[in-house]
């Protein structure tokens, strides 16, 4: 497997533990080797929107933790509007046992089973690299 730098976004003020939770558990739920690209504390907003951009435009794949208010999380929507702008791929992730509305514009979040999110990173992969072998 290659190793994949993942940007997770999440509301950084309440979900900072979900971000560490997902990371420790990736150490050893997931066969991919995967490395944290997200920001690791927070910074003036013109600088914090630079070193996103910057940390997004190298990352493989956006994972985006849905906590209780990710939905009107500023720079969640940010950040998902930069992938967009790079063209990166993306999904949500829901913790299990929560019913929290993940980002509304993208598809629906996925439960947090690492059976599933392993699935999803399987598929995004696949995607792209058949898109850059065409």
Not at 15 to 34: M, N
Not at 56 to 78: M, R, S
Not at 94 to 102: A, N, Q, S
Request: proline share 4%; aromatic share 10%; hydrophobic share 30%.
């Amino acid at each position: 497997m290659p190793e994949l730098n993942i940007f997770v976004s999440f509301e950084y003020d309440k979900d900072k533990s979900l971000k560490g939770s997902f990371f420790y558990q990736a150490k050893t739920r997931t066969p991919h080797r995967v490395r944290d690209s997200s920001l690791k504390e927070s910074y003036e907003e013109k600088e914090w929107e630079d070193k996103a951009r910057k940390a997004i435009q190298k990352c493989d794949i956006v994972i985006i933790l849905v906590g209780q208010d990710t939905h009107n999380a500023p720079g969640v929507n940010t950040e998902l509007e930069i992938a967009q702008q790079l063209g990166k791929d993306f999904f949500q992730v829901v913790p299990k046992k929560r019913t929290y509305k993940g980002v509304p514009e993208i598809d629906d979040p996925i439960r947090w089973k690492w059976k599933r999110i392993n699935k999803k990173i399987d598929e995004v992969w696949t995607q792209r690299q058949r898109g850059s072998n065409t």
